[in-house]
Every structure is written in C-alpha cells, then in structure tokens.
C-alpha cells in the first residue's frame, strides 16, 4: 500500500489542446503518476477535463518517446546517440549541406506543438533566425491562416481575432466547428458541454452549421446541415437578409462602411444561394430571424470554414454578420482578449496603423505566400524542383497533415539534409538525418502565451515543470539554441545557449524600455528579472510589461511571475471587455470592412454560386475525442476499442455502393486512394463522407509500436495538393470529390 503521506499533487495546465484545463497531478513517492483529474479549483476550468488531458503520466512513460537524439547510421537506420555527438552531426550537415546553397534553399516547417509549447513559442524563432530563410511553412495553412489573414486586413494585426463571448451570448450561431470533440479552437474555454448547457439554460439558443450531426450539433436546438466549402455563400445571403430586412445595427461610425459591403453582397441572396449551400431559403430566413431578435447574438466559425477555397471570405463575413448585428465587440457577441503576456494589439496604442496588401509575394513555384509563409501544400512541389534542399521540422508531422501526403513522403528522402525536433520517430521524422527529442511535458515548464490572446475571458496561469530532467536531457530551448548556434556557424555548446539566450532577453528589455517612453530603466528591468533564466525570464518580462502587468513596481498590484507562482489554480483577470478602437492599427482607425482585396474576391465567390454542382460524394474531416491530430496514438488508453479511422457515410449512399457497415471499403481520389472501413449513419448528410484526419501509422521505419497496430489511413492522401485559398495560401481539405467501391 502506498502511504497517502509519500503522495505528492502538482498543479499544472493542460498543454495538449486550445482549451487550456488545469489539471491536479498526483505522483507516488518514485515521482510515478498515480492519477490525473481536472482541477476542481483551477480558476477557468473548474475540474473540467478530457480523456487526452489524463494521459500525460503516459506519454511521459511511453517506452517509443525518444529521450536521446537518433542520428542516421552508415547503414542507413537512425541509432540512439549522445547529445554531443547529435550536434556534431548537425555542425558537419550544416557545413557539408548548407554553406554553399543559397540561404532561400533552407526551409523550416513548424508544427501545432509549436504553438503548444512554452520554449518553443519563445525560442523556435531563433532557429529561423539563424537559418537566415524566408522558407517558412507551418501547419497554419492547413488551419487557421484564413482567419488571420482576414484579421490583418480587417483589424490590422493578424493576432486581432475576435472570439465568440459564449458565457454571455443569448443566440449562438457555430459554423463548422464541433468544441464538444475539439474542445475548442480560436476560442479558448475550458468546458465548452457545461458552456453550451448554460447557454441553453439560461434561455439562449444554439444552432450549428456543419454537413454532419456532430455531438456539438445534438447538443445544440438546431442543427442545419451545409454543402462542404458553402459557408461564404451562406454568410452572405445572411448579410443581405439582415440589411434588406432593415435588421442591420451596426455601430454608427461603421455604417457607411458596412453600407458598401452589403452592396457588393446584394447578389447573393438567400434563393441565390440555396442551391449551392442546401439550405432552403425559409431556413436562411430563419437563422437571421434568431440572430435579429435576440439581444446578444454572436456568429462564429472555426476549421470547417477555414480549410476551403473560400477560407478568408468566409472568415472576413463572420465579422460582417456580427458588425451588421451590432455584435462586434460588445458583451454577449464576438470581442478582443486582452493577452497578459502582451501581443500585437496590446504592445502599442491604436486605432492608426499602416495600409495592408495581399499577393505581395509568391512561392518560386507560383503559390501565395501570405504572413511570411509559404503555403504547406507547395512544400513537395518545391522539394522536387530543388528550391529547397535543407529542411527542419520543429513538432510537426507533415506526411500525415499535409495535402497529397504520399507526394511530400516521396519527396523528403530526396533532400540534401533534414534535422527534427520531435518526441517520436514517426512517419515525418523517420526521413531525418538527426532527430532531437524534448523533455516530457511533465519536465517542462508551461504557459499558454498565444492561447491567452484567443481566451473567452482573460485568465493567467503559471505551471513550474512537474517532473525533474533526466541525467542528461537538454530543455527543447536549450536545444533551439544551441542548434540557432551551430546555423550561425557557432559551436552549439551550452555556453553558447546561454549567450544567445542573454542576447534575447537584452533586445527584449531594450524594446520594453523605449516602448515605455522613460518610465522603464533597463536596469529597473533587469534587476527586477532577477536572477531568472530562459522561458521564465522571458515571460516574467512579457506579463510585467503586459497589459495587468506591473510595469516593474510602477503599478504596485499588477501581475509578476512571482504572484503567479503564488496561484496554483492561476488568476481571473475578468471577462472580455470591450477594445475598440484601441485593439485596431489601421488606415482609418475603424476596421477595413470593406478592405478592396475583400470585396474584390466576391466575383470568384459568385462564380462558384453558379458551378454546376458534382456528384461525386464529398469528403470532409473529422477529430475524435482520443486522438490529438497526428501524434497521441501510441498512449493504448486512447486507441484501445474498436477502430475510430472509419469512413462515415450516410446509409442512402451507402446502398447505392453496395457498401456494407463495418466491411472495407476503397475511397478514391484524383490524388490517391486509402481503404478503411465504412460506418453508415444517419448522422451525415447525403452525399457526403467523413474521415478522421491524423491516421495512417503503417509506414516502415518508424517507431510506434502501440500506433501501428491501429494504423487506420491517411486522409491526407486522398487531397489534392493544387487547391488553395488563394488569399490565404491555405489548402482545401473539406468538400474533396471521391468516389466509394466495397474493397
Ligand atoms: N480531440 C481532438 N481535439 C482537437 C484536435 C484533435 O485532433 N483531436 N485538434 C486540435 C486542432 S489542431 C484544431 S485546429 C482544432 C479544430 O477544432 P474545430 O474547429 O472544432 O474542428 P473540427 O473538430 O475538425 O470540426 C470541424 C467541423 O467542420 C465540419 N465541416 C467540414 N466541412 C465543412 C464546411 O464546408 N462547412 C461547415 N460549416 N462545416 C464543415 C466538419 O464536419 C466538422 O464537424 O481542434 C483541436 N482539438
Ligand atoms: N485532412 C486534414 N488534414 C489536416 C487537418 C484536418 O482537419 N484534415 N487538420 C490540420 C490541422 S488543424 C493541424 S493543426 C495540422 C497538424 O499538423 P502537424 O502539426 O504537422 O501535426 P501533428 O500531428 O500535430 O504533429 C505534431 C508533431 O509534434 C511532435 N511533438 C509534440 N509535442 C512536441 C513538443 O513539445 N516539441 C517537439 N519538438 N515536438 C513535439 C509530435 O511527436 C508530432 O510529430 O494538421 C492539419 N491537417
Ligand atoms: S480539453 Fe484539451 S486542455 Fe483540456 S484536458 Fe483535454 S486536451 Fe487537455
Ligand atoms: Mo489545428
């Protein structure tokens, strides 16, 4: 028997997904983890949790998670090494590979971790820096780069995203989006089912927008099933409704503005747009109704919205419903948090900033390059014509994530040089020459610097690591910066870290200081610092000069580190409020509804209204509650049961296929092909099929043992690589024409 008294509890955030849970971690007298639960006490969550958050005890244990870098061996498998021989490798690559190719040639691809992770967050840019390249790619363009880009415009930051006040709204209207899985997206909330309930509760209503009756969608009053890459259409025939109708109520300064843009959206109307969505036109009628008459509606959209040719219009008329409904920034509708660690729109005081463009720059093979990125889908094609030679990957699994996967899988072996960091040799890193592995995120510190920015109310918690290193292991920004060193011809010691690291920190506190205009001293600043190193030196900066912070003694009861370290469940800083127009940097200190690279993409968007519809069946993705994208399926707890990579499909489609539910089944693409088996449910609409995203762990030469008896398929495989949001450069991954045969 354990005796209760040798148990330790450790309070710490949950740093898997957006939503940010605490979590109360009890660990036996060998450090062991004896049982995770939510944090009844935690200040956002209140002891919400999620069968991933239980499982960081088992990641931690996983006996595949790498705890010492793999270097490529001459007989061509990847071995365990030392940390000082990995970084030898890495000088000798770095000589051999990159000293004599132009820096362009270098690229880095940044995955979702990235913005998961505390060191990464701070340090990861680092690498890029000393790679010397504007060849940067993440999985944003497979994501939410939509959003931003029509935030950039609008706003004038693409950090300016407005999210959704549901603990206030009295009529939600959710499109593409399913929290009750996802637990959430650009809308971080602990506890979106006890949320929603709420909302309900107190006389709200709640309607969700998605080709496919999503646990969101039952939970919800009403569920309105959508043709897959529709959603700007029918945001614009909700637009027109609302100003035909004389429902609009924008904010007065708004309203010439808003005036035009519901001009150039007068021929998209509810008929005009029935077909293509199909939704009838009562239905269209039906959703302005609700929004009009309550007193707080809000309209929001995530992933289904993004991921489709149509991604920044889409997410550009979210805003204008809710500006039309007076929504904008107010109580109850959709608003601006106000990240304590800073960001874009805290660090300077509004509403004027400068004109923004898009189509600046492109790709060497023709592709929009937006926000400094190059779209993830050109990744292969640039591979192949040798533009790019030299690859790091920082937590990213792009073989599975990203479009025509076996593309990119078949292009990666041909580079001159590929460095990792990542916890697993997956189907991604098994291409490495060298693979550096972080710590557990037991052994890290950990702080949400960017999801704090995107919260449904300001909150700030502080979580120290749980678990000490091992004997040996390097911190994941000790391993950025020592690999920063080594890019910049450095010896890549832990000296040299150290340097870089003081280096940062001291163009940081110079910024602070003349951002202050005389209020701050750097050496007020760095005494205030301490003796502090690393992530939380750097943090404790960001939340001193941030917006609660105390500015370093000039606001006595601001927030420190130290007060958070004081907080185990972490702080309140209140709910939103609104920011207008302070959060804005634009030409006319009001948001550019009516930015001409917007309106301008109207004629496209009517084009389509018009297309001919096809009668292929239409593929759209999934997340399921056990799997966090790509890289949690090696835990058993999670994928134990019956098979979660299944092809849902509805059982009128299903007939005409001859396809029987649970047998095997061929889903064919123009770009490839996967076989999984079927799921007929009522549940999707017809015409369309559903397939989880993330699967697919039948590849030789990783190391997953627990993943690779559930391998399921790649999704990935079956998208085509060539369709992209031309605003955004992000890809389609929704509405993707297939066709089904019984394997
Ligand atoms: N359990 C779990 N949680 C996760 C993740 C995970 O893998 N597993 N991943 C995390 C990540 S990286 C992200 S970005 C978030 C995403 O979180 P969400 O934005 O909530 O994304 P999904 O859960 O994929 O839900 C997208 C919904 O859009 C619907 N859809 C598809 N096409 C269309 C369309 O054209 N129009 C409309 N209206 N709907 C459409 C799909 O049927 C699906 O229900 O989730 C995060 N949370
Ligand atoms: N068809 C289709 N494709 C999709 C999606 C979809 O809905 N449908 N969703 C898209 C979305 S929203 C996203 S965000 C992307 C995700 O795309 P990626 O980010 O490329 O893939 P992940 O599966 O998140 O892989 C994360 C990798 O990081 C590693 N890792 C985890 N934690 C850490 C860490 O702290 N440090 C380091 N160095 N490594 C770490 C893991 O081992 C894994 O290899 O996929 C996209 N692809
Ligand atoms: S919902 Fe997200 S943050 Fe909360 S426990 Fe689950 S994975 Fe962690
Ligand atoms: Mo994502």
New binding site residues.
Partial sequence: MVESDEMRVAYRTCPLCEATCGLEIQLDANDRVRRIRGDREDVFSGGFICPKGTTLGAFHDDPDRLRQPLIRADDGTLVETDWETAFERVSELVRSRLADVPRESAAI?L????V??L??LLYSRSITEALGTRTIFS?ST???RPREVASGLIYGSPQTIPVPDIDRTDALVLLGANPLVSNG?LATAPDWPGRIDALIARGGTMTVIDPIRTKTAARANRHIPIRPTSDALLLAAIATDIATRGLARPEPADAERLRSVTEHLALFTPESVAEATGIEPRSIRSIVDELTTAERPCVYGR?GTT?TPFGTTASWLIDIVNALLGAMDRPGGTMFPTNAAGSANTRRSGPHGPEQALGRRKTSTGRPIELGEHPVAAMAEEIEAQSITFLIT?????V????DSERLDAALPTLDAMIS????L?E??AHADVIL??PS?LQRPHFDLAFMGLSVRNVANWSPAVLPLDEGQLP?WVIALRLASILRGGAGSIQDAENLDDGLVQRSIERVVTASSGALTADLVSSGLGDRTGPERLVDLQIRTGPHGDLFGIRPDGLTLAALEAAPHGIDLGPLEPRMPDVLATPSGRPEYDHPDLIGDLGRLAEFARRPRSDSLQLV?R?TLRS????MHNLEILVKGKPRCTVQIHPADAADRGVQDGAPVRIISRSGEIELPAAITEDVMPGVVSVP??WGHDHTGSQLHVAERHAGAN??VL?PGDVLDPLSGTSQ??GIDVSIVPA
């Fill in positions: 691809y995955g979702n971790p990235a998961h992770s060191d990464l999985a497979v994501d939410q997206s992933l991921v920082v937590a990213g699994n792009p599975l994530s990203c479009p960091l990542d916890c697993y997956n991604t890193t592995p972080p995120h994941e993705n997340r966090n994208n790509s890289w995203h993330g999704v990935n998208t991954l929704v």
